[in-house]
């Protein structure tokens, strides 16, 4: 890379990626209801580091953010979803046409997922479950299948 593009880090300041990629982390932690604490337990690392981290202050390298998708159980891409584009990177048409978009990873799902398990009483998260697939045209599932 060269120093003009915007995935560097600028006099202290988290370049736009990093700040996205920690305030993922961030939110992910605050859904399921873990401590940076517990966080840092479960990676190796001290609370200090997860705070880092979600700041953007400190870049999380590859295998780093891996351990991370295992740690808050997502995939890595969950990550990136709806990701900024740096300004100098032109991707090409030929992978912009290839790409594919995880539903599952959209901030849209997420909001619905936290609400849908925001509802403490099973037999209206059921019937909840029954409206989004009927609306949806898809048929209905036996008792015994997991929802979500």
Same mark, same amino acid.
């Given at each position: 890379?060269?120093? !003009?593009?915007?995935?560097? #880090?600028?006099?202290?300041?988290?370049?736009?990626?990093?700040?996205?990629? /920690?305030?993922?982390?961030? @939110?992910?932690?605050?859904?399921?209801?873990? &401590?940076?604490?517990?966080?840092?337990?479960?990676?190796?690392?001290?609370?200090?580091?997860?705070?880092?981290?979600?700041?953007?202050?400190?870049?999380? !390298?590859? /295998?780093?953010?891996?351990?991370?998708?295992?740690?808050? /159980?997502? &995939?890595?891409?969950?990550?990136?979803?709806?990701? %900024?584009? %740096?300004?100098?990177?032109?991707?090409?048409?030929?992978?912009?046409?290839?790409?594919?978009?995880?539903?599952? &990873?959209? *901030?849209?799902?997420? #909001?619905? =997922?936290?609400?849908?398990?925001? =509802? &403490?009483? @099973?037999?209206?998260?059921? #019937?909840?479950?029954?409206?989004?697939?009927?609306? !949806? !045209?898809? %048929?209905?599932?036996?008792?015994? *299948?997991?929802?979500?």
């Amino acid at each position: 890379m060269t120093a !003009g593009t915007t995935t560097r #880090r600028t006099r202290g300041k988290p370049n736009e990626i990093d700040a996205y990629v /920690g305030q993922k982390i961030r @939110e992910r932690r605050l859904v399921l209801g873990i &401590s940076q604490e517990r966080l840092a337990d479960a990676l190796g690392l001290t609370f200090q580091q997860v705070q880092k981290y979600e700041r953007g202050a400190n870049r999380v !390298g590859a /295998g780093r953010l891996y351990a991370l998708s295992l740690a808050l /159980g997502v &995939s890595v891409d969950f990550f990136f979803a709806d990701a %900024p584009l %740096p300004e100098k990177v032109r991707p090409m048409p030929e992978a912009l046409a290839a790409r594919t978009v995880d539903p599952t &990873s959209s *901030a849209e799902t997420r #909001r619905v =997922v936290r609400a849908y398990y925001g =509802v &403490s009483d @099973e037999r209206i998260r059921a #019937r909840f479950l029954a409206v989004m697939r009927a609306l !949806g !045209g898809q %048929p209905d599932e036996p008792e015994d *299948a997991s929802p979500v």
